[in-house]
């Protein structure tokens, strides 16, 4: 099975700094890649899949990229609603799998 | 709009059973993949099962291999988690999501969108 090793697991920033998650895949999985926002009391939002495509109406300071099996998530300029929990995910046709997550505080 | 949203969360105790309902509206519900992910409090996601469009196949995580059967009614929009012999360490807020695809350049990836707001299991004596 897949694992997805993501780093760090925590991270204090302040607005406006430039913040950066990755994940790293245990073989290749190609863009299959997807990245979520959860915050406390909602449901997991989706930021990213395809490994770099952007969703509908998510800001443009997030962005994703792939260099072979690791992926990098960006948040360029955090914003206070930027404070959450960010995972990586795998879907194949049968298995799922999340990274461990990225819980990112106010310094 | 497209929502889910989940009910039938409850206090149970352990070797109880319980059932999970997901109700589906503003899309083609026999149309995707769906699936149930739990968050245990303080913890990260866990995928707990997928089922495909017409329920013809169906996938767990090994930890609720046996106890835990995911179903559908296309008919009614709803998504189902049928838990029994539960355990402690089932206690966890229960999301079902819908699985989204795509192919480009000959590669496909999935992903989940929307999710529900999450149903609360907690499994205590």
């Known amino acids: 099975d897949i694992q997805l090793t993501q780093s760090p697991s925590f991270l204090s920033a302040s607005v406006g700094d430039r913040v950066t998650v990755t994940c790293r895949a245990s073989q290749g999985i190609s863009t299959s890649l997807a990245w979520y926002q959860h915050k406390p009391g909602k449901a997991p939002e989706v930021l990213i899949y395809g490994a770099s495509i952007l969703q509908s109406g998510v800001p443009s300071r997030f962005s994703g990229i792939r260099s072979g099996t690791q992926f990098t998530l960006t948040i360029s300029g955090l914003q206070p609603e930027d404070f959450a929990t960010y995972y990586c995910q795998h879907v194949n046709s049968y298995l799922v799998t999340f990274g461990g997550g990225t819980k990112v505080d106010i310094k | 709009e497209v929502q889910l949203v989940e009910s039938g969360g409850d206090l149970v105790q352990p070797g109880g059973s319980l059932r999970l309902s997901c109700a589906a509206s503003?899309?083609?519900?026999?149309?995707?993949?769906m699936s149930w992910v739990r968050q245990v409090s303080g913890k990260g996601l866990e995928w707990v099962a997928n089922?495909?469009?017409?329920?013809?196949?169906?996938y767990y995580v090994d930890s609720v291999k046996g106890r835990f059967t995911i179903s559908r009614d296309n008919a009614k929009n709803s998504l189902y988690l049928q838990m029994n012999s539960l355990r402690v360490e089932d206690t966890a807020v229960y999301y079902c999501?819908?699985?989204?695809?795509?192919?480009?350049?000959?590669?496909?990836?999935?992903?989940?969108?929307?999710w529900g707001q999450g149903s609360l299991v907690t499994v205590s004596s």
């Open positions: 089922i495909h469009q017409d329920g013809s196949e169906k």
């Open positions: 999501a819908r699985r989204l695809g795509n192919c480009s350049g000959g590669y496909c990836y999935n992903w989940f969108d929307p």
């Open positions: 503003g899309f083609n519900f026999s149309s995707y993949w």
